[in-house]
């Protein structure tokens, strides 16, 4: 057995400093010693202290002067440090500097007009501490749950964590801060110890077969690392001392980690490591004799054992049992899988489970079968997830009339058409060599008749799923999904045991004609939440994302005064809609085509005509751009072109068009006032 003890198991920084301290003034002083609360999470030191004669208050309002008082690591509010100064008591201030950083920032942010935010245990004694240096007024986050009860009131929030937090917990709880309130700023407080020793313990964890975690009951930074070994590690024990070490099988277990909280001292993680030691060793000490009687095998037909493959070739595989004549298992016996290829699947070394058929096959060898074994353990299984009603994994073999036949552990299992899925399936064929999850329905092993059901275990699933969407479903929540199906109105999307529809107006900013321009039948898709009606089962879903809208990044490319093609989309009595490019219109009034007065646009333009125009203005939260094409190149009407090129030929001089504009806007606004009177009379 390997034991792998971590290098950061143990006392950190603050800790050490701490008992350190106590020890100090117990060397130089006859006063009496108080400190308020335990100066670390560990029975032993605090018993060991006590006998000392160190006495742990939990309030300062029932210390007795004089005396000296020692603030342990976790550190204490401002009123604490006035209480004592109240009864002159003397301060030995043993607080972790990384906690004291803390209280510094918080002070310091709340009198800027932060909202402080803690993320931790909020009956911790080191949150309390740095809740205090807030005024109390800080809100305690341990869970994502919590930041429902924190008002979005527009406020700036400051984020700080207990030094001992788990860093995953930290980046989860941060992300959903985010998500809520528009301006956060967070400060990483989380001891670079604590995060060593966090990551440390998980990659021990990973490799061993049994994790002991050392450190008090009431061990914050303990606690922590107990949840991230037992993560990754079953077998995952959290104790105090060597004396809580659980009974152990050492026989079965190849390696063991060891690690420790921050307040576990060396001399109990090196008694935990010695007892660990001396067990292994104590397993190990086997007598002559009873070796002697373990390596003495007797056979009986009908009898399981245990072997070793030491060989094999096409037609057999030979197996030592440690008897006085070899075991031969002949390949049919070996596997009853048909994709079997014994050069693959069997290796010299490897340890058997065999069923003795016949101690001696006439030629003084034991015939053997591995199928056999597999099939009575199979029938066990398969028994037992029958009685439990748990789901087993079995691999479609075959297609027989009225649905297919499955193998699980040996056993050979039929799954009716009608429960292969829960939707109708026309060709059962194409669950072929697939592995599906059923549920065993009905059994009988003295006729070898057994059922299973996919369906049984689809329908809950779906239907689990459903329960646990409704329940958690809100505007603006995010799914991944798959598209299900297409409309003449939008797509409908699984988004986990749940269809929601994306309206048509929903998947593009551009105008589309089919959803099938965007989407096609199993695009995975990111959607999020737009509406829903618990009531009648409907979701709305939105799929265009705001960097797609082409008026996003408008006002980046267009500014007022630029020349731009644009092309005739439509035009209308008082000018010409223009597209500057898909998604983005502008509009050319009437005034701003010519130089001289038209009657409608379309006497010089017509649709798809590309001109060039220049911005008068934009205004892209209204999402309208004015332009002139006038001040670019004025289209003049055909009537137009001839006057101006016969007084030209005449000599006459031609009306500057500022002119011309001026009388052909009084003009019509005459004529405007005219219809009015007319309309009037």
């Not at 060991?48 to 690591?73: F, M, Q, S, T, Y």
């Not at 245990?121 to 807030?134: A, L």
């Not at 006085?324 to 693959?344: A, L, R, V």
């Not at 695009?523 to 829903?532: G, H, I, R, S, T």
Request: net charge negative.
């Amino acid at each position: 057995m390997e034991i792998i003890a971590a290098k950061t198991a143990g006392f950190c920084f603050g800790v050490s400093k701490a008992v350190n301290t106590i020890f100090d003034i117990l060397g130089n002083t006859n006063d009496r010693i108080y400190t308020l609360g335990p100066i670390i999470h560990n029975e032993d030191v605090v018993e060991d202290l006590k006998k000392k004669g160190v006495k742990v208050i939990d309030d300062a309002e029932r210390l007795e002067g004089p005396g000296n008082v020692v603030i342990r690591a976790h550190g204490v509010a401002p009123d604490v440090y006035d209480k004592l100064n109240q009864k002159k008591m003397k301060i030995t201030d043993a607080t972790c500097p990384y906690v004291k950083k803390i209280h510094h920032l918080v002070a310091e942010k709340q009198k800027q007009g932060w909202d402080i935010i803690i993320v931790g245990d909020r009956e911790h004694p080191e949150v309390k501490g740095i809740n205090g240096w807030c005024g109390n007024v800080a809100y305690i986050v341990d869970k994502v749950e919590d930041i429902d009860a924190i008002p979005d009131n527009g406020r700036d929030f400051c984020v700080v964590s207990q030094t001992t937090l788990n860093r995953e917990k930290w980046e989860t709880i941060n992300e959903f801060l985010c998500k809520k309130f528009k301006n956060v700023i967070k400060f990483d407080t989380i001891c670079n110890a604590t995060s060593t020793r966090q990551k440390e313990a998980e990659e021990i964890a990973k490799t061993v077969d049994l994790m002991l975690v050392i450190g008090g009951n009431k061990s914050s930074n303990t606690q922590k690392l107990y949840e991230i070994c037992k993560k990754h590690c079953e077998r995952t024990y959290k104790i105090e001392n060597a004396s809580g070490i659980p009974p152990l099988e050492i026989k079965k277990i190849k390696k063991i980690g060891v690690t420790a909280g921050a307040s576990t001292p060396d001399w109990i993680i090196k008694e935990v490591i010695e007892k660990m030691e001396e067990l292994n060793k104590q397993e190990n000490e086997m007598s002559f004799r009873e070796a002697y009687e373990s390596s003495l095998v007797t056979l009986q037909t009908g009898e399981i054992v245990k072997g070793k493959i030491i060989g094999f070739n096409n037609a057999e595989v030979y197996v030592d049992m440690g008897y006085k004549s070899d075991g031969i298992i002949p390949m049919d016996q070996f596997s009853d899988d048909p994709n079997f290829k014994p050069e693959e699947s069997i290796k010299i070394g490897d340890e058997v489970e065999v069923f003795v058929v016949r101690v001696n096959d006439g030629d003084g060898n034991v015939l053997l079968s591995k199928k056999k074994v597999d099939a009575m353990k199979g029938w066990d299984k398969i028994e037992e997830a029958y009685e439990k009603k748990l789901p087993i994994k079995a691999v479609v073999t075959d297609v027989v009339n009225g649905g297919v036949m499955a193998k699980s552990e040996s056993v050979r299992i039929f799954v009716p058409a009608s429960q292969i899925s829960d939707r109708y399936v026309k060709d059962l064929s194409e669950f072929l060599k697939q592995t599906v999850n059923v549920r065993i329905v009905e059994l009988n092993r003295q006729k070898k008749r057994v059922v299973g059901s996919q369906r049984q275990l689809l329908e809950e699933e779906k239907a689990r799923l459903e329960k646990e969407f409704w329940e958690n479903i809100e505007v603006g929540k995010k799914y991944s999904g798959v598209v299900k199906s297409l409309t003449d109105f939008g797509a409908f999307v699984d988004i986990g045991g749940v269809d929601g529809l994306i309206h048509i107006s929903e998947l593009s900013w551009l105008k589309i004609k089919h959803p099938s321009e965007v989407l096609k039948v199993g695009d995975k898709v990111e959607v999020n939440v737009l509406e829903f009606d618990r009531e009648k089962k409907k979701v709305s879903l939105g799929y265009k994302k705001m960097e797609d809208n082409p008026w996003y990044h408008a006002e980046q490319k267009y500014k007022v005064g630029d020349i731009v093609k644009v092309k005739v989309v439509r035009l209308v009595p008082f000018g010409a809609f223009v597209e500057l490019e898909e998604g983005i219109d502008g509009l050319v009034h009437i005034s701003q085509i010519s130089n001289v007065r038209i009657g409608k646009p379309g006497d010089v333009l017509e649709i798809g005509q590309v001109v060039e125009a220049k911005i008068l203005e934009a205004n892209f939260e209204t999402k309208k751009i004015g332009l002139s094409i006038k001040e670019v190149m004025p289209i003049d009407p055909p009537s137009a072109q001839k006057k101006n090129s016969q007084t030209q030929e005449q000599g006459g001089e031609e009306l500057p068009s500022e002119h011309k504009e001026d009388i052909d806007v009084k003009i019509g606004d005459l004529l405007g006032d005219l219809k009015v009177e007319k309309t009037e009379d």
